[in-house]
């Protein structure tokens, strides 16, 4: 089946597919293999917390658990189609018969894929969403943009899925556009949501230094934002390579897009694991959905220090009480131990 310009050239050597396809096929399988631990390992400390007392754990873990099934799902389509593929067809069958079965869209474990990939992809970006409007304090106007992006996306989306079964109904000229569209929205909407998490926790963290105030326990701030950096960019940069591929009409791109749904959920894990095991590495005692209370650096020394003190130290109270607040929202969303 001929995919849109910029699709990546797959049907034009077949042996070249073939060999992209089986390193897609054992890239996802190691990667998934990672997400096992990874996943297992969260649930596990979410049991252990009773993380599922409160709201936001549990839309955590279930869309965490959405991300998990459909890696589990499409890993599995993968093994069927991989058997069928290369170990199933007919004595008489011509040489391109695989890559002809690969690239059917028409039959359901072909056609299962491009929806696994979107389904994986809306919900990464809704889990992302979410997130970010908790680390905001529940402002709707700040994930304003992010939603209008994932509606976009979803449109895009749903197009392309329709196409894949109606190819004969849109033109692959317009289909082109649609996918590259659809490429774009992805990397904006995730550079966005994890731009605006980061931002506000740089904020409170300026915030926090201006007003005076540590924390006497629990994850710094700056500890928490790269953590949130370092573990989303894997996902940016996936979606940079795929963009990159898609216009260079490279088939590796298939490699890409076999890997990216595992690797989708993998972030999420990687940033509540990372949060958890700062949060023990600094000794915090406390619940990691909270960071302990800030205090001042400055002493009382006599009645009267105490007395002007107590009006300046009521101002950093309720600063420091604003930080706090934004504090516990950050870690209730971004740690397992919510």
Same mark, same amino acid.
């Given at each position: 089946?001929?995919?849109?310009?910029?699709?990546?050239?797959?049907?034009?050597?077949?042996?070249?597919?073939?060999?992209?396809?089986? &390193?897609?096929? =054992?890239?996802?399988?190691?990667?998934?293999?990672?997400?096992?631990?990874?996943?297992?390992?969260?649930?596990?400390?979410?049991?252990?917390?009773?993380?599922?007392?409160?709201?936001?754990?549990?839309?955590?873990?279930?869309?965490?658990?959405?991300?998990?099934?459909?890696?589990?799902?499409?890993?599995?389509?993968?093994?069927?189609?991989?058997?069928?593929?290369?170990?199933?067809?007919?004595?008489?069958?011509?040489?391109?018969?695989?890559?002809?079965?690969?690239?059917? *869209?028409?039959? =359901?474990?072909?056609?299962?894929?491009?929806?696994?990939?979107?389904?994986?992809?809306?919900?990464?970006?809704?889990?992302?969403?979410?997130?970010?409007?908790?680390? =905001?304090?529940?402002?709707?106007?700040?994930?304003?943009?992010?939603?209008?992006?994932?509606?976009?996306?979803?449109?895009?989306?749903?197009?392309?899925? *329709?196409?894949?079964?109606?190819?004969?109904?849109? %033109?692959?000229? &317009?289909?082109?556009?649609?996918?590259?569209?659809?490429?774009?929205?992805?990397?904006?909407?995730?550079?966005?949501?994890?731009?605006?998490?980061?931002?506000?926790?740089?904020?409170?963290?300026?915030? %926090?230094?201006?007003?005076?105030?540590?924390?006497?326990?629990? &994850?710094?701030?700056?500890?928490?934002?790269?953590?949130?950096?370092?573990?989303?960019?894997? *996902?940016?940069?996936?979606?940079?390579?795929?963009?990159?591929?898609?216009?260079?009409?490279?088939?590796?791109?298939?490699?890409?897009?076999?890997?990216?749904?595992? %690797?989708?959920?993998?972030?999420?894990?990687?940033?509540?694991?990372?949060?958890?095991?700062?949060?023990?590495?600094?000794?915090?005692?406390?619940?990691? %959905?909270?960071?302990?209370?800030? &205090?001042?650096?400055?002493?009382?020394?006599?009645?009267?220090?105490?007395?002007?003190?107590?009006?300046?130290?009521?101002?950093?109270?309720?600063?420091?009480?604003?930080?706090?607040?934004?504090?516990?929202?950050?870690?209730?969303?971004?740690?397992?131990?919510?």
């Amino acid at each position: 089946m001929p995919l849109p310009p910029g699709g990546g050239s797959l049907v034009n050597n077949d042996n070249l597919f073939r060999s992209y396809y089986l &390193v897609a096929y =054992w890239v996802e399988a190691v990667i998934f293999g990672m997400y096992c631990f990874l996943y297992v390992t969260t649930m596990v400390l979410v049991s252990r917390r009773k993380a599922r007392e409160r709201g936001s754990a549990i839309i955590s873990v279930v869309g965490n658990t959405i991300l998990f099934g459909l890696a589990l799902f499409h890993n599995s389509l993968n093994v069927y189609r991989f058997l069928k593929a290369y170990a199933q067809q007919p004595e008489d069958a011509p040489f391109t018969a695989p890559v002809d079965y690969l690239l059917d *869209y028409m039959i =359901w474990d072909g056609y299962a894929y491009p929806v696994i990939l979107h389904l994986s992809t809306w919900t990464g970006d809704l889990l992302a969403i979410y997130r970010c409007w908790i680390v =905001w304090n529940r402002r709707y106007l700040v994930v304003v943009p992010s939603i209008v992006i994932i509606l976009a996306s979803l449109g895009t989306g749903v197009t392309s899925i *329709y196409w894949f079964r109606h190819t004969t109904k849109i %033109s692959d000229h &317009v289909m082109g556009y649609i996918f590259r569209t659809t490429l774009v929205l992805n990397l904006g909407g995730n550079t966005l949501t994890t731009g605006l998490i980061a931002f506000r926790i740089w904020n409170q963290h300026m915030k %926090s230094r201006r007003a005076g105030i540590y924390m006497s326990s629990g &994850v710094n701030l700056i500890t928490l934002l790269r953590i949130i950096v370092e573990s989303a960019s894997f *996902y940016t940069l996936e979606q940079l390579l795929l963009i990159a591929l898609f216009y260079t009409g490279h088939p590796a791109i298939v490699i890409v897009q076999y890997a990216s749904i595992p %690797s989708t959920g993998i972030v999420f894990m990687l940033i509540a694991i990372r949060t958890h095991e700062a949060v023990r590495g600094q000794g915090s005692k406390a619940s990691a %959905s909270q960071f302990e209370i800030p &205090v001042t650096r400055l002493p009382r020394r006599h009645s009267h220090d105490s007395i002007e003190f107590n009006g300046g130290d009521k101002e950093r109270q309720n600063r420091s009480r604003s930080t706090t607040d934004t504090n516990e929202h950050a870690l209730s969303v971004l740690s397992i131990n919510k």
